[in-house]
């Protein structure tokens, strides 16, 4: 199996920052596709942004130019630096794997095979 540590959740302002990391052990971590996710109270969990092995990146519309995904295949971990904070980006975020076709990226939770435990993430005044 392939375990994934999810760190960088906590509280911040409308207009703040954070950064996610999510770190992954049991595997070579260089030929997973990762995805970031989240979940808000009453709402299905959506895709927020995914990276292939490949480097090939998508977001979702609602965090594109917010947003950034990047990985860290020396650290074994991929981020997700977040900035100009909505109250409406307030939910669980889960970090996801599985493995790469290159620049294949995956939309569907079902598509994905490991998950984090994920970390709150509450952007209140």
């Known amino acids: 199996q392939v375990q994934l540590v999810e760190s960088g959740g906590g509280l911040v302002q409308p207009g703040g920052s954070l950064r996610l990391s999510c770190a992954a052990s049991?595997?070579?971590?260089?030929?997973?596709?990762m995805g970031w996710y989240r979940q808000a109270p009453g709402k299905q969990r959506e895709l927020v942004a995914s990276?292939?092995?490949?480097?090939?990146?998508d977001y979702a519309d609602s965090v594109k130019g917010r947003f950034t995904i990047s990985r860290d295949n020396g650290k074994n971990t991929v981020y997700l630096q977040m900035n100009s904070l909505k109250p409406e980006d307030t939910a669980v975020y889960y970090c996801?794997?599985?493995?790469?076709?290159?620049?294949?990226?995956?939309?569907?939770?079902?598509?994905?095979?490991?998950w984090g435990q994920g970390t709150q993430v509450t952007v209140s005044s």
């Open positions: 996801a794997a599985r493995t790469g076709l290159g620049n294949t990226n995956y939309h569907r939770s079902i598509e994905y095979d490991y």
């Open positions: 990276i292939t092995n490949g480097g090939s990146i």
């Open positions: 049991g595997t070579i971590f260089s030929i997973y596709a």
